[in-house]
C-alpha cells in the first residue's frame, strides 16, 4: 500500500545486489513511495545479481562507485546534483569483513583486511557524508540512514570486527548528525536491524542458529527486510523531521530483552 510519503524526493540508495538485501526492498518501497534514486554498489557488484532489472524496473540511475575511493565518492555526488540539484535521502547499506569471508578468528585477525573492513563498513559513511557536506549535496531536512547492528553494543563472538566497525559507524552517525544538523538541519541516524538473511549477513557464521535465538527471545520475532525497509521510509520522510543523531532498534524488541521464557525452556532439557 503506498501512501506517496516520498512524492518527489529524490535519493541514493548504496548496497542493493539481490532479492535479499535490504538496500533492494528499500529502493521497491522508495519508488513505491514516490521517490526517484540513484542505485549504486561497487562496480564489481553491479556485474552480479540483478541490479540493473531492479534500476529498470524502478526508473532509477545505476551508478557504480567503490565507497573506499574519494574519486569514486565525488563522482557519484557530483552525478546526484546533476540529476536532482540536491538529494533529500541517502541509504548507506554497506558492510564487508574480508577476515570473516577469510574465516580468521577474532584472536587472529589479519590487520590489513581489519583496516579494509573498518573502511568500507564505516569510514565510507563519514567519505559520504564529508563530500556531501563540502558540495552541499543534501536539501534541508534531508535524511541520511544507515544500517547497523547490536553487536557494536553487545558481544557476539562470531560477529568479529564487524562489531568494531559498526560501533565507528554509529559515533560517524552522532557525531556528523551534529554538524549536518547545524548546517543544513540534514538528520543522520542508524537503525539497528533484528538478524536478516542478506548475502552478506548469511556469511557470519552459525547465521542460522542465531536467527532461530533472535526469533525466540524477541517479543515480536525478528523484524524483515521489508519491515526494515518500511522503516526507512518514515524516516526518509517528513514525518521524523526531528529526529537525528540516533541509534534506533528496529528488532521486535529484541534489544531490551534479558531472556525470554521460551528461551529458558530450553535450558535443562537435554533434548532441545
Request: aromatic fraction near 10%; include cysteine; glycine fraction near 8%.
Amino acid at each position: 500500500m503506498s501512501n506517496q510519503l516520498l512524492k518527489g524526493k529524490k535519493g541514493i540508495i548504496f548496497g542493493a545486489l539481490d532479492e535479499n538485501s535490504i538496500a533492494w526492498k528499500v529502493a521497491e518501497r522508495c519508488y513505491e513511495e514516490g521517490a526517484q534514486f540513484i542505485l549504486t554498489n561497487a562496480p564489481i557488484a553491479l556485474r552480479m545479481g540483478g541490479i540493473q532489472q531492479l534500476a529498470e524496473r524502478t526508473g532509477a540511475e545505476l551508478f557504480p562507485c567503490d565507497v573506499t575511493v574519494e574519486d569514486d565518492m565525488n563522482a557519484l555526488i557530483d552525478k546526484a546534483i546533476e540529476l536532482y540539484g540536491k538529494v533529500d535521502f541517502i541509504l548507506h547499506s554497506v558492510g564487508m569483513s574480508l577476515n570473516i569471508r577469510k574465516k580468521k578468528p577474532y584472536t587472529g585477525l589479519n590487520y590489513d583486511f581489519m583496516h579494509k573492513t573498518l573502511d568500507i563498513s564505516a569510514i565510507s559513511l563519514h567519505r559520504l557524508l564529508q563530500t556531501c557536506y563540502a558540495k552541499d549535496a543534501i536539501r534541508e531536512w534531508g535524511s541520511v540512514v544507515c544500517l547497523t547492528y547490536i553487536a557494536a553494543q553487545r558481544v557476539f563472538p562470531d560477529y568479529s570486527e564487524m562489531a568494531e566497525s559498526k560501533a565507528l559507524l554509529e559515533s560517524i552517525t552522532r557525531s556528523f548528525g551534529y554538524h549536518y544538523g547545524m548546517f543544513r538541519k540534514v538528520r543522520v541516524n542508524s537503525i539497528s536491524q533484528s538478524p536478516t538473511m542478506t548475502t552478506a549477513g548469511s556469511g557470519v557464521g552459525g547465521f542460522d542458529a542465531f536467527l532461530d535465538f533472535a526469533e525466540k527471545m524477541s517479543p515480536l520475532g525478528n523484524a524483515d527486510a521489508l519491515s526494515c525497509a518500511d522503516y526507512c521510509v518514515t524516516m526518509f520522510s517528513d514525518l521524523t523531521r526531528m529526529v537525528t543523531m540516533q541509534n534506533l532498534y528496529h528488532d521486535g524488541g529484541y534489544s531490551n530483552m534479558g531472556v525470554s521464557e521460551i528461551v529458558m525452556s530450553k535450558f535443562g532439557d537435554p533434548n532441545s
